[in-house]
Structures are given as C-alpha cells and as structure tokens.
C-alpha cells in the first residue's frame, strides 16, 4: 500500500466534481431524448420509436450507416439533424471533459476507496468508534493498534486522516464526515460496535454526539471528553457511562509524578514497551464458558504466556486482590490482569460462552 496514493484515496470528493458530472450527463440524456421526440414527429406513423431511436443513435455517434427515415426531400428533417448533431457533439465532448477530469483528479480512486473502507467496516464487530483523530484520538488511536483492537475514525479533516495514516505507517477504517451526523455513525458500524469515544475538539459538539449515540444504541458504552467541568454532570445525564477530563487527568498525573515517581515510572515503561505491550484488562466469565466453574489454579495450569491475574470481583461484592489458586471462576466474574494482547485475546475466549 502507497502512503503516496491514500492521499488520492482519501480526497473527499468537491461537490463541484459531482455537479458538473451530473450536468454533463442530464445533458447528453436530454439530447438524446429530443432526437428520440423529434425524429418520431418527423417519421410520422410510418415508422416507429425504434427507428427514432437508431436515427438518434446514428447521428448524435457520427457514424451515419443510412438514414431508417428518410429525409431526402425534407428540409426541416435535415435542419433538425444539422442542430442535432452540432448539440449532440458540444454535449459528448462536455461529458467527456467532465468524466475525464473526475478520474484524472482522483475523485474516482476516492469512490473505490470509499467503497474499500465501508466493506472493511461491514466486517467489524464489537469495535470501537473514535470520533475525532485530533491530539486526544490520536493517543487513543495508537492504543488501540498496540493492543491490536479493532476501530472505526470519523473526522472531517482529510488532511488530518492523511497525516495519521502516514504517522502510524497504515490504512485503518475511517469514515470521513462528521461525527455529530447520525449518518456518520451508523456508516461507523455503531449498531454492531461495543463503544464509542466522543474526542472532538469542543465539549458541544461532543455532547452532541453522546446524545446521538445513545438514542442510535441504548446499550453502548459512551466515553466523552469535555473540557469544562462544569459541564460534565450534564454529559453523563446525556447518556455518557464515563466523561474524561484532559486537565484534571493532567493534575492528578503531574502530582503523581511529584508523589509516587517510581509508580509512575514503571507504569510509562509499561505503556511505552512495545514487545509486549502489557496492559491491565478486565473480563467477565460468561456461563457456559471452557473456565467456568473451575479454579483459577486451573486456569494458571493453561500456562498462557504473559498473563497475571490481579484481582477479581463476584457481581455486587468487594474487590478481591492477588487472589488463591483455589479461587472458584464462577459465571459472572469480573477478573482483572495484566496481559499482552495476545494473553487478553486467548483468556477472552476462554471466558466466553
């Protein structure tokens, strides 16, 4: 894949593109149809709309095999041709300049691509939907490809696709639009995505979008950047399950740093290396599921590389740290653990049913 051609790829199409395409063919359809009219009034009852039809075809091509209606003796028949076929030639040549123009600046590979990333997203599920690839989606954006989760960016900014695609060395599945349309977010796959991360660049347009979500999918889990904290009591009633604050998050790490520096700087290393790419998760342990009903320490027997389990929690019950070998994994467990994407991906299917 050429970094160099998802430029052209990824090139929103100028309405003008569209417009003068569209007028360009109107024009040659229009054409077409009053040959069609008047060749029919010309040829009278004796002969018929196919024999208007091939006239038409003959004169508006040039090719001129034989006139089917005779004109030999009929001066305004061939008044009509002359006129015809000087405004067929100006309509073709118009349809072709515009068609011509529509491949050569790319507005064509733009539809392919399109086409290409709307089949991509067709196969994704419970995936995530990042709106907004700006200094925030892009953090989130490459979390997301080092634990190798599966997402869907809208943005409206095609520059800006452009440069993430080049930064991370991909193509990922994008929607260009804006992500505060409902038509953006169902072309995401948000009816078949497990979250979405409203990161636009004003808390506005992000509570927009959080509204949006919810009323398309009650069940998805929304999080949603805001700036202002004052308004953040009413993005959660909106319909957002958890609102990030960047300053707030900024203050608690600088103290952090102040505090605990060692903490902090283990947890960096582990964010920052990139063989592994260990993370703490979280799963649940659905009925029915291979580890259901047995002990972690059979879970342990598994020997799933670079995989520690943390804690655990029974639904409505207190947090359970560094938990016992025979530590019982019924259904409906919350098990929290440290892991490579690899380790998450095989202890998720491990614990679904």
Request: contains cysteine; charged residues 25%.
């Amino acid at each position: 894949m050429s970094l160099r051609n998802s430029q052209a790829r990824g090139r929103p199409i100028p309405r003008d593109a569209f417009a003068a395409l569209y007028r360009s063919s109107l024009l040659v359809a229009l054409t077409f149809v009053v040959g069609v009219v008047g060749y029919s009034v010309l040829g009278g009852e004796d002969y018929s709309v196919f024999d208007a039809v091939y006239m038409t075809v003959i004169t508006l091509t040039t090719v001129g095999y034989g006139e089917v209606i005779d004109l030999t003796n009929n001066n305004v028949g061939r008044l009509f041709t002359t006129l015809l076929l000087l405004g067929g030639v100006g309509a073709f040549l118009n349809f072709f300049t515009s068609a011509t123009a529509f491949v050569v600046e790319g507005h064509m590979q733009h539809i392919l691509w399109s086409r290409r990333m709307a089949k991509a997203i067709s196969k994704l599920n419970d995936h995530t939907i990042v709106c907004g690839g700006g200094s925030t989606g892009q953090h989130i954006i490459q979390e997301l490809i080092s634990t190798k989760r599966s997402f869907v960016l809208v943005d409206t900014d095609e520059q800006r696709i452009i440069e993430l695609f080049e930064r991370f060395d991909q193509e990922f599945p994008t929607v260009i639009g804006d992500a505060t349309d409902d038509d953006c977010l169902m072309a995401g796959g948000i009816d078949r995505a497990s979250g979405i991360v409203a990161c636009l660049s004003n808390d506005k347009d992000n509570f927009i979008v959080t509204v949006s979500a919810r009323l398309l999918r009650p069940d998805i889990r929304i999080i949603c950047r805001c700036i202002d904290e004052r308004v953040v009591s009413k993005i959660r009633k909106a319909g957002a399950d958890s609102v990030v604050s960047p300053n707030r998050i900024g203050g608690l790490r600088m103290v952090s740093e102040l505090a605990r520096p060692m903490a902090v700087s283990y947890l960096d290393l582990m964010l920052r290396e990139q063989k592994k790419n260990l993370r703490v998760e979280s799963v649940e342990v659905m009925e029915g599921s291979e580890v259901a009903d047995s002990c972690l320490g059979d879970l342990k027997d598994r020997k799933i590389k670079d995989l520690l389990v943390l804690a655990f929690r029974k639904a409505d019950s207190e947090w359970h740290f560094a938990p016992e070998d025979e530590t019982k994994i019924a259904s409906g467990l919350h098990i929290i653990f440290m892991a490579s994407p690899a380790a998450r991906i095989e202890l998720q299917r491990l614990t679904q049913g």
